[in-house]
């Protein structure tokens, strides 16, 4: 259970890596920085280092007023991971930093802000780092893990804790077992105060005083959880210091974009300018849209079939140039977007269409490939393979469009025609 939503929530990442992907979710989820995650927490009465935000070298001195500690640690603000260990196109080695040393904090400052980042999960021009976080250093006494996530194998919530914080919980889950602890929770009745104490003291809070701490984080936690709309709240590590607090030191949130109506002035703290502006645009009309390395234009519905269309391109010898999942209630419309998405992106050789129609209607598709094609002028080859619902319906109506349409009857067939239409 661990490992499958944990696939889900790295779904959008794997696809950059790799066109050879185990798990995917098609849901567009809303990512927020660390700082923003933290606010969070905060607001909820969850216990987080005292930090600030700096997005301006000369506000550098001024945010250190607000901090009183002996030791800071600065971070770049972005969406990837292996911050610490990436580089600046400056140079300049790591993502955070620590220091006592309360002069150096503006040199790291300056070199990272205004600067791009290169991490493992960044593309090889990195992210523009546009905020720091300088927060208070913590003395770590203890650390332990804790997670709600909605799980479907429970139908619902499952609080999940262990000792062994700081570390990879799948790794943890693997080989120490023991060391993992999973709690079904009803949505209404949530983290009481018997489940709070059982499941701190299961974490090693023995103290009075820390554990009464404990279990009003994790009740905050379970408020969070509910009043964001969470998918999943992972605390990585929950840590007892040494003067015997309670501090969240690291968050990952993951939101249900389902919820965004309810969740409005949430979803406004989005930032958009690390995004693939075609990941942006797409979004605008409830299209999945992934960026790749290829020529070969994808547009499939369905997570599943998307996948098996990139690898028979890879197995033909070609390079899909994208993953563009258009959904089960596609219109016509969003196939005229997804077209126009795609013919904008100058990569692309050739478009290949792969439909299966369950949910949706071949005419619908049908349609939308011939508005498209005319409107947009379309000048690259375009291959199509349909099946399933008005299937023969919707092969009368290409055939009867006038265009230049490869057709294929299964979708080896239409890979190859991709592949040999990209060739010179």
């Keep these: 259970m661990l490992r499958v939503f944990s696939r889900s929530m790295r779904s959008a990442q794997l696809f950059r890596n790799s066109t050879r992907i185990i798990s995917v979710s098609n849901v567009r989820n809303l990512n927020l920085l660390e700082y923003q995650s933290k606010e969070l927490l905060r607001d909820s009465g969850i216990s987080v280092q005292n930090f600030t935000i700096v997005d301006d070298l000369t506000q550098t001195n001024s945010a250190l007023e607000k901090l009183h500690t002996d030791e800071f640690v600065i971070k770049a603000q972005v969406l990837a991971g292996g911050r610490g260990k990436g580089w600046f196109d400056n ?32 593309s090889k021009d990195g992210i523009l780092v546009q905020k720091i976080m300088i927060a208070e250093s913590v003395d770590i006494a203890r650390e332990t893990y804790v997670c709600i996530l909605m799980d479907r194998q429970h139908n619902g919530p499952v609080l999940i804790a262990s000792p062994a914080g700081g570390m990879d919980i799948e790794a943890v889950a693997e080989k120490y077992p023991e060391q993992i602890k999973t709690i079904t929770l009803d949505i209404y009745h949530g983290i009481d105060d018997e489940i709070a104490k059982d499941v701190c ?59 965004q109506f309810r969740q409005q002035d949430l979803f406004a703290l989005e930032d958009i300018s690390e995004k693939d502006p075609r990941e942006v645009d797409a979004s605008r009309f409830n299209l999945n849209y992934i960026g790749m ?7 499939v519905n369905g997570a599943g079939l998307a996948m098996a269309t990139m690898d028979i391109i890879k197995l033909n010898g070609g390079s899909p140039a994208n993953f563009l999942d ?8 969003q196939v005229f977007q997804a077209f126009r998405i795609l013919s904008e992106d100058p990569k692309v050789k050739v478009i290949l269409v792969n439909v299966f129609g369950g949910i949706v209607n071949c005419v619908t598709i049908a349609k939308g490939i011939i508005a498209a094609s005319q409107n947009l002028g379309l000048k690259i080859p375009l291959v199509v393979r349909l099946e399933g619902t008005n299937v023969t319906e919707a092969k009368k109506v290409l055939s009867e469009s006038g265009l230049s349409i490869l057709t294929a009857s299964n979708l080896d067939e239409a890979a190859k025609k991709a592949v040999i239409s990209v060739k010179p």
Excluded at 206 to 233: P, R
């Design 201 to 259: 003291v299961f974490l090693g809070f023995s103290d009075t005083d820390i554990l009464k701490k404990a279990i009003y984080e994790l009740k905050s936690l379970w408020k969070l959880f509910v009043d964001i709309d969470a998918l999943q709240v992972e605390i990585n590590p929950l840590v007892e210091t040494i003067d015997k607090q309670i501090v969240a030191i690291d968050a990952k949130i993951a939101f249900d974009d389902n919820a």
């Design 326 to 333: 258009v959904g089960g209630n596609v219109k016509e419309d």
């Design 91 to 122: 140079g300049f080695k790591g993502g955070v930093h620590l220091t006592k040393d309360r002069n150096a904090v503006a040199n790291y400052v300056k070199n990272m802000l205004g600067h791009r980042l290169i991490t493992r999960q960044t």
């Design 293 to 299: 390395d290829g020529n070969i234009g994808c547009l």
